[in-house]
Nanobody, 124 residues
Framework: QVHLVESGGGLVQAGGSLRLSCAAS????????MGWFRQAPGKEREFVAA????????WYADSVKGRFTISRDNAKNTVFLQMNSLKPEDTAVYYC?????????????????WGQGTQVTVSS
């Protein structure tokens, strides 16, 4: 059983930056690929970014490509999401997730464990 805890959300003005962290416990962290998802009010949960088990491969949704960067520190059992040039449409609850598949995973259904989420609000 893997337990995930996100942190780093908050309120920021458009154009600003935030760095989300997700600390994992209860499993062998480097055996999991990791992902970030978000869900805005009234919308489906959507894929944001993913990273494979080693950190050697990443993938991004088109809406965040060039602005967000996913990374991981396997020694600290933590995955990060650096978010730059934030826009009001980035406002959502952000969730990290762990998949037992070691490659890049973009489908929600293929993730086994989820955090509780952290709110990101971008004001215009």
């Amino acid at each position: 059983q893997v337990h995930l805890v996100e942190s780093g959300g908050g309120l920021v003005q458009a154009g600003g930056s935030l760095r989300l962290s997700c600390a994992a416990s209860g499993g062998i962290f480097n055996s999991y690929s990791m992902g970030w998802f978000r869900q805005a009010p009234g919308k489906e949960r959507e894929f944001v970014a993913a990273i494979n088990w080693s950190g050697g491969a990443t993938w991004y949704a088109d809406s965040v490509k060039g602005r967000f960067t996913i990374s991981r520190d396997n020694a600290k059992n933590t995955v990060f999401l650096q978010m730059n040039s934030l826009k009001p449409e980035d406002t959502a609850v952000y969730y990290c997730a762990a998949s037992s598949m070691r490659g890049i995973v973009v489908l929600t259904a293929l993730y086994n464990y989820w955090g509780q989420g952290t709110q990101v609000t971008v004001s215009s």
